[in-house]
């Protein structure tokens, strides 16, 4: 963009002399501001990456990203053949059949609850319920032994623990001398989990799916869970997989559940980005206020530098270069102050809550006790790109005002 003479002129430029030393020091205050915007903006993204993270770990460790369910609320015909079809696409990494019904749980205390009949052996396929055990296990969950595991939270609103019973209620009424009573059944609690979502520690409930069958007098799964290689492509997997499976069932994706959720988790990333993005443009500002002060300082170099036979765009060129010059150095202290402040930011606020014996994140507030921080290297190009943008839309001005200096006038008091 530059010949070599406006390079070199430019670059003689930013080196501190004794008439300029001041506008060294705006200078070098100018790198200082767009390297702490640049770290911040892109340490928040980081942070705001982590939670989104850990939010559809966690959620997506008790929900399946897909969904193979009969119509009308049906139980799956043929699930077998459905699970063969299923396990047979390329992206299909695992597929377990599931009964689901809501159900009233008795102990202590009562409450509702969402109890989902599952086969321990094939669940872990599809879910991670198995490694967010806290006491008890899966495999627990054998036909006809009429255990139950229960969320944390759902466990404490029923007052029970280990080895206690539980009365399940279900909406499954039978006729009796005394009228029509739901179906009841006495369960033993053999395992707590806990995922940290509220959404299912306090209101999951897990069975044996053949004990879910014939406490709902269904004979066989309500539905096929599915794990996907890649969460991302769950749309267009289950329009596959509806092709291939018929007409007789329905296919449901994660984001057809919690797309509402996550879409606002997505807007609010955006909008921080936009909001801290003036961050950077008042750093910028800085580097306007340098280029005017050095462009009346060197009032007197521009007018010998247009009798010599430089022209507008030659002295353009000049600031432009100690402008971008600014910026890009900025931009490089910035990413590489940001990117290892994200790389190491749950390791330092760990060693402040140690220091200084204070917690940020109370497990008994948050179900996200540790501040995670993911670092993507499209949000760090990203940012680097706004800031070299605004960097240099912010030599244009002070530039052409340079560019616009009459040697006359200029030379006139010299």
Request: positive net charge; charged residues 20%; hydrophobic residues 50%.
């Amino acid at each position: 963009m530059f010949r070599p003479l406006e390079l070199f002129i430019g670059l003689r430029y930013t080196r501190a002399k004794r008439r300029n030393q001041f506008i060294s020091f705006i200078s070098t205050v100018s790198i200082v501001c767009i390297a702490i915007s640049v770290t911040a903006l892109i340490t928040v993204m980081s942070v705001m990456n982590g939670f989104d993270n850990e939010l559809r770990t966690r959620i997506l460790g008790a929900i399946s990203h897909a969904t193979v369910s009969g119509l009308a609320g049906e139980s799956v015909q043929n699930w077998e053949r459905a699970i063969q079809i299923a396990e047979a696409n390329p992206h299909v990494r695992g597929a377990a059949p599931y009964v689901e019904a809501q159900a009233f749980l008795q102990a202590r205390r009562s409450s509702g609850a969402l109890v989902r009949g599952i086969d321990p052996a094939q669940e872990p396929k599809v879910s991670d319920i198995d490694k967010h055990m806290i006491d008890g296990k899966l495999d627990v969950l054998q036909p006809g032994k009429w255990n139950i595991v229960l969320g944390r939270e759902l466990a404490m609103s029923l007052g029970v623990a280990m080895g206690d019973h539980v009365t399940m209620a279900v909406p499954e009424f039978r006729a009796t001398p005394m009228g029509s009573v739901p179906r009841l059944r006495s369960f033993t609690v053999a395992g707590i989990f806990e995922l940290g979502m509220q959404e299912f520690d306090s209101n999951l409930a897990l069975i044996s799916m053949q004990d879910a069958q014939r406490l709902n007098s269904i004979d066989g799964p309500t539905g096929i869970r599915l794990r996907l290689d890649d969460m991302f492509n769950a749309r267009p997997v289950a329009k596959e997989l509806a092709n291939n499976l018929g007409q007789v069932y329905r296919m449901d994706t994660w984001m057809d559940s919690h797309a509402n959720f996550f879409s606002a988790i997505s807007m609010e990333k955006k909008v921080m980005f936009i909001i801290l993005s003036l961050i950077i443009l008042v750093a910028v500002i800085n580097l306007i206020s340098m280029l005017m002060m050095l462009v009346t300082d060197k009032q007197a170099d521009i007018a010998i530098l247009r009798t010599l036979g430089s022209t507008p765009r030659s002295i353009m060129g000049m600031f432009m270069v100690q402008g971008v010059l600014v910026g890009f150095v900025g931009i490089g202290f910035g990413v590489t102050l940001g990117s290892l402040l994200s790389w190491r930011l749950p390791q330092i606020v760990k060693w402040i809550e140690r220091t200084f014996h204070t917690t940020f994140l109370s497990p008994d507030v948050y179900y996200i006790s540790e501040l995670p921080s993911r670092l993507q290297m499209d949000d760090v190009a990203k940012v680097a790109l706004v800031t070299f943008l605004f960097s240099l839309l912010a030599t244009l001005y002070p530039a052409w005002r340079a560019s616009r200096t009459q040697p006359a006038q200029a030379l006139r008091y010299e």
